[in-house]
């Protein structure tokens, strides 16, 4: 699989990411599928990803800058009947919130997505996850974040290993993911709101 990118000449430009991912030199080793061998090595309370097709990735290595990256653009293509996977450690800085937001645009496949934010990557298993740390299923999926126990906002703890995940899931079917043209990709982005 091909890896297109752009220059990040303004924080608006988009950057095009495989499923494949990139390699970062940072803490976290990206470009890792999330299936060893067509099996998760789970530890225990682990969540067993979604979709048997993931692939994780460092929040640095494709953002170029730390979580949060405010306004920072990526197109991003997962897996069909998968999940692109982007780990960060949260900063200790007060204060902070934002949203993760995904934008459509034309030829992206017409999919409808979904969003979450776990410990584990692929995970979206509202019963692993901390309380709204999942989207609902939709064509331009949104999750709110934030360190200081917003009410209805997915809360992160600075310092650990958190993962921001997309699926479009597979074929299409109610109520689930899907991807009717079996690739879709999605304009993905966080915005202090």
């Known amino acids: 699989m091909k890896i297109e990118l752009s220059a990040l000449l303004a924080i608006a430009l988009p950057i095009a990411v495989s499923a494949q991912g990139l390699n970062d030199p940072s803490g976290l080793k990206g470009g890792n599928p999330i299936f060893v061998n067509g099996f998760e090595a789970l530890g225990p309370g682990a969540c067993v ?6 692939y994780s990735e460092t929040w640095m290595g494709t953002f170029g800058s730390a979580w949060p ?100 899931g597979g074929v299409p079917s109610i109520g689930m993911p899907g991807c009717p043209l079996g690739g879709c990709a999605t304009e993905l982005r966080n915005v202090r709101r």
Do not use: H, K, M
């Open 49 to 54: 990803p979604a979709f048997p097709n993931g």
């Open 69 to 168: 990256s405010y306004n920072g653009v990526l197109i991003l293509y997962p897996p069909f009947d998968g999940t692109f996977s982007l780990g960060f450690i949260p900063p200790a800085i007060s204060g902070q919130y934002g949203t993760i937001l995904t934008a459509d645009f034309p030829g992206d496949g017409e999919g409808v997505a979904q969003l979450s934010i776990s410990s584990t990557p692929g995970c979206f298993d509202p019963t692993q996850l901390s309380p709204n740390c999942v989207s609902t299923v939709e064509r331009t999926p949104e999750l709110d974040w934030s360190y200081s126990g917003i009410p209805g906002r997915c809360l992160l703890t600075p310092g650990q290993t958190y993962f921001v995940n997309l699926t479009f």
